[in-house]
Each structure stands twice: as C-alpha cells, then as structure tokens.
C-alpha cells in the first residue's frame, strides 16, 4: 500500500506542476485559461509540492493571496496528516 502511495504522490506532484506550467503559458498567450478552482484541487489532493514548485519556477500565481496563502497551508495540513498517521500507526 505505501508503495502506491509513493507512485501516486509522484505521479500527482508532477502532473500538477506541468498543469500550473501550461496554465502559465496559456495566460501569456490570452488563451483559455485551467480554472483556479482546478488548480487548487490539484493541490489538495496530493499535488501541494509540485503546485509550489510550479507557483515558483513558472512564477505563476504567486501575487494571488489563495495561492500565495492556500497553497502553503494545504501542503502544512497534508504533512500534519501524515505525521499524524506515522505517530497512531493502524489505531485508526
């Protein structure tokens, strides 16, 4: 199981740093643009890193404070999460 976990934090990481890179590239070129709420989503299912590394090396979203503050605390309550569950085990 925590292998699949690995694959899909991956895999989700990445997508979602290409997303806010196309998105970035659309806006330059006034096309149709991937909606903030998608962006967003992206992020809080797993994609929080790749979304900030995506903000910073594309420059893209940094000056809108959902992203700017969004973003962050969504990769603080997914480590949170985590380090919940590493510290209760399977008590659940």
């Known amino acids: 199981m925590g292998t699949i976990l690995i694959y899909y934090l991956v895999a989700i990481n990445v997508v979602t740093f290409f997303v806010y890179g196309i998105d970035k590239w ?3 070129r006034s096309r149709w643009r991937i909606p903030e709420a998608a962006l967003l989503m992206l992020a809080a299912i797993g994609g929080s890193v790749g979304a900030l ?5 594309w420059h893209h979203k940094t000056l809108h404070k959902k992203f700017k503050y969004g973003v962050p605390l969504i990769l603080i309550a997914q480590v949170a999460v985590v380090v919940w569950i590493m510290i209760n085990g399977h008590k659940v």
């Not at 590394?53 to 090396?57: F, I, S, T």
């Open 26 to 28: 659309k806006a330059k």
């Open 53 to 57: 590394l995506g903000m910073y090396v």
